[in-house]
């Protein structure tokens, strides 16, 4: 079956790096879109950055643009988020999630409006970012 797994997470400065990743099994990771996304308890899921497995564009939200990078090794079934610069505000818990064959475009796939058509999450690793 499908199945996402998190793991990179972990205490961090400000100003620090992380690189999450997001290991893949039970399809074919080509044919999907991969998406990272934060949440709060209590508040809405962010959507992050997404990208294609077929051809590697992406999409990727202004509020990070700058500090936050995706991208995937098919060979190894895997998606990461390399986020630089992190604040406090990043503490979070992160989460990938899979958006099956016949998702409308990117930019879709990482709007709060889909959220609700992404069958596919992993666990979550949590992000604390210290001062």
């Known amino acids: 079956q499908v199945q996402l797994a998190e793991s990179g997470g972990g205490l961090v400065q400000t100003g620090g790096s992380l690189r999450l990743s997001c290991a893949t099994s039970?399809?074919?990771?080509?044919?999907?879109?991969i998406g990272w996304f934060r949440q709060v308890p209590g508040k809405e899921r962010e959507g992050l950055s997404c990208?294609?497995?077929?051809?590697?564009?992406?999409s990727t939200d202004d509020s990070v643009k700058d500090r936050f990078s995706i991208s995937t090794d098919n060979a190894k079934r895997t998606v990461y988020l390399q986020m630089n610069n992190l604040k406090v505000e990043d503490t979070d818990v992160y989460y990938c999630?899979?958006?099956?064959?016949?998702?409308?475009?990117?930019?879709?796939?990482?709007?709060?409006?889909?959220?609700?058509?992404?069958?596919?999450w992993g666990q979550g690793t949590p992000v604390n970012v210290s001062s």
């Open positions: 999630a899979a958006a099956r064959p016949g998702y409308p475009n990117l930019i879709s796939v990482c709007s709060s409006w889909y959220l609700g058509n992404l069958e596919y």
């Open positions: 990208i294609s497995g077929s051809d590697g564009s992406t």
């Open positions: 039970g399809f074919t990771l080509d044919y999907y879109a």
